[in-house]
C-alpha cells in the first residue's frame, strides 16, 4: 500500500471548517483514500472514502486532486467534540486486509 | 447491532501471568483484525483472520503472543507469559467482504506490572 504524509497536528477554531491535508504521491490506479479518526481513548472510527471523486457524507467531505496525489478531509463546521487524531490511508478497496495507521494528523479545535 | 465487542476493557495483570482478551466481531463480518496502541508505536497490527484463518501474523511480536478464531463470532488473543513492554491498548476490529470500513471496538486497557 502507498504511504501517506500528514502534518503532525493542526489548529481549528470551533465553528470554522477544519481541512487536513493528505500526500499520497505514489498510490496507484487502484489504491483508495481512506480516512479514519481516533478520538481519546476510543477505537479508530471510519470517516470517508474515495477513489477519485470527491465525496460527501454526514460527516465530512473528501476532496481528492486530479492527479490524486493529495487529497483534503473537510469538517465543515468543527466542534469541540471533532478533536482527534486524523489519519488518511492509502489501500485498495474492498479487500479484507489490513489497514497500516500512520501517525495521522492531530487536531486540536479551539472553543 | 452492538458493534466489535471486547472484554475485559481494563485488565491489570503482574509480570509472568498469563492474559487473554477477548474479541467478538460484528455478526456477518469475515475478517478481524487485532491491533496494539501504544505511545511509541502507536497502532500497529497484530494479526488479522478471514474466514476464521489466520491470514497475516507478521506483526505478533513474539511466541509469547497467540490468537485464535475458533469460530466466526469469537477471538482471543493471549499473552503467556505477559511482560510489563506488553502494557498497551489491544483494539480488535472487523469487516466484511466488500465493505470499505473496518469497525473497531472499544480496546481493551492491558497493564502488566
Known amino acids: 500500500d502507498a504511504k501517506t504524509t500528514q502534518p503532525p497536528s493542526m489548529d481549528c477554531a470551533e465553528g470554522r471548517a477544519a481541512n487536513l491535508p493528505c500526500n499520497h504521491s505514489?498510490?496507484?490506479?487502484?489504491?483508495?483514500v481512506y480516512w479514519y479518526r481516533q478520538i481519546h481513548s476510543q477505537g479508530p472510527q471510519y470517516i470517508i472514502h474515495g477513489l477519485k471523486n470527491n465525496e460527501t457524507n454526514e460527516m465530512a467531505s473528501l476532496i481528492i486532486t486530479e492527479d490524486r496525489k493529495s487529497s483534503t478531509l473537510i469538517l465543515p463546521h468543527a466542534t469541540l467534540r471533532d478533536t482527534a487524531v486524523y489519519y488518511c490511508i492509502v489501500r485498495v478497496g474492498y479487500r479484507d486486509d489490513k489497514i497500516i495507521f500512520g501517525k495521522g494528523t492531530r487536531l486540536h479545535i479551539l472553543p | 447491532d452492538a458493534g466489535v465487542i471486547q472484554s475485559p476493557r481494563h485488565e491489570v495483570t503482574e509480570m509472568g501471568q498469563e492474559v487473554t482478551l477477548r474479541c467478538k466481531p460484528i455478526?456477518?463480518?469475515?475478517?478481524l483484525f487485532w491491533y496494539r496502541q501504544t505511545m511509541m508505536r502507536g497502532l500497529e497490527l497484530l494479526i488479522y483472520f478471514n474466514n476464521n484463518v489466520p491470514i497475516d501474523d507478521s506483526g505478533m511480536p513474539e511466541d509469547r503472543f497467540s490468537a485464535k478464531m475458533p469460530n466466526a463470532s469469537f477471538s482471543t488473543l493471549k499473552i503467556q507469559p505477559s511482560e510489563p513492554r506488553d502494557s498497551a491498548v489491544y483494539f480488535c476490529?472487523?469487516?466484511?467482504?466488500?465493505?470499505?470500513?473496518?469497525?473497531f471496538g472499544p480496546g481493551t486497557r492491558l497493564t502488566v506490572t
Open positions: 476490529a472487523s469487516s466484511g467482504t466488500g465493505v470499505h470500513e473496518q469497525y
Open positions: 505514489t498510490i496507484s490506479g487502484n489504491e483508495y
Open positions: 455478526s456477518g463480518h469475515n475478517s
